[in-house]
Each structure stands twice: as structure tokens, then as C-alpha cells.
């Protein structure tokens, strides 16, 4: 068993103790335990599906599935409630194309509801919000997205792992006015 200092998760982190680094001998691995005192101010405390819209074309051919490309387009923001309450939105729009044609289209939003343990300046929390939506909202997306292929009958996909560095940075800068794509 090793010892080190708390890893320091964010730049508002508090946690000052230490955690334990437990070696599993043989396999190369470390196992980290951390403790409550390391954990962020601000935490995802409820999730919910806010909209869903989907179509499939009725006389698209199921068949022609691996012939379809796949555009991903997001959008994200931050709502501030209270020095302690806000919420995070990320709506995500998967259409479908075989050739030119839009064959099927889904439009997810999920909504994230978070709560800070201690009260938080509104610029830094709306800033949180909007900078934490995509990290913390695209694996449940993902899983929807991927269920929602398959009951409308298409081949299911899973949705690409993202650089959310790069995807926060172009989603500032169309934000901005600054370059990036709308």
C-alpha cells in the first residue's frame, strides 16, 4: 500500500487528505480509493430525458443500414437556479443520410440537475454548468441514442468517444462569434 497526496480534481477542490494507492500485485493495475472530501463542489444530482423527437423514413429499406452516413451535431448550456441549484442542458441531433436524403433523424435534450454542496459565485457556476454539460451528459446520450436506433428498427450505433477539450472550445467559439461552425 502506497501512500501520496490527494489528487487535487479541479481547480476549486478542497480535499487536503490522502488517499491510498493499492497495488494489485501482478497485474499491473492501481486501485484508487477516494473519499468523499475529494469529490467537486458541484454534483449531477438528477437526470431526465427532456425532449425526444425521432423519424425513420417508412419506405427506407432497414437493409441498406451500412450504407448510411452519420452526421452528429450538439448544443450546449447552462442554467444558474441559486448559488447552490442549476442546471445543464445538452441537446444532440443525430440524422441519418443514404446519399443525399435524410433516412431517419433524432433530436435528444437531456437535462442535468445539480447541486452545490457549498454556495458558488453564479458566473463560475454558470461556467461549470455549460463546461461540465458534455462530459457529464454524453454517455447517457450515447446509451439512449444506441436504444432508440434499435427500436425504430435501424442498426444501432455507438456514438464516438469525444475530445471534449476541442468540442468545448469550438462550442465557445460559435458561442462568441468567433469562429467554429453553428
Not at 501482478?26 to 431526465?48: P, S, T, V, W
Not at 442546471?87 to 443520410?97: A, I, M, P, Q, S
Not at 454524453?138 to 444501432?156: A, D, H, Q, S, V
Request: proline share 2%; hydrophobic share 35%.
Amino acid at each position: 500500500i502506497l501512500w501520496k497526496n490527494c489528487l487535487q480534481l479541479s481547480p476549486k477542490s478542497t480535499c487536503k487528505k490522502q488517499y491510498i494507492i493499492n497495488y494489485v500485485k501482478g497485474a499491473g493495475k492501481y486501485m484508487i480509493k477516494i473519499g468523499r472530501d475529494c469529490l467537486h463542489n458541484i454534483q449531477l444530482e438528477f437526470l431526465r430525458i427532456l425532449s425526444l423527437n425521432c423519424y425513420v423514413e417508412d419506405n427506407f429499406d432497414v437493409g441498406n443500414s451500412d450504407d448510411i452516413k452519420i452526421e452528429i451535431s450538439i448544443e450546449n448550456y447552462g442554467e444558474v437556479i441559486s448559488n447552490t441549484k442549476g442546471n445543464t442542458y445538452l441537446k444532440t441531433k443525430v440524422e441519418g443520410k443514404w446519399g443525399e436524403k435524410a433516412v431517419f433523424n433524432i433530436e435528444l435534450t437531456y437535462e442535468g440537475i445539480c447541486k452545490a454542496e457549498n454556495e458558488v459565485d453564479q458566473k463560475e457556476f454558470k461556467f461549470y454548468l455549460e463546461m461540465q454539460s458534455v462530459p457529464m451528459l454524453w454517455g447517457y446520450t450515447r446509451e439512449t441514442i444506441n436504444n432508440i436506433m434499435f427500436k425504430m428498427g435501424l442498426k444501432p450505433i455507438l456514438l464516438p468517444v469525444l475530445n471534449i477539450t476541442e468540442i468545448m472550445e469550438k462550442l465557445r467559439q460559435v458561442k462568441d462569434g468567433t469562429g467554429g461552425e453553428e
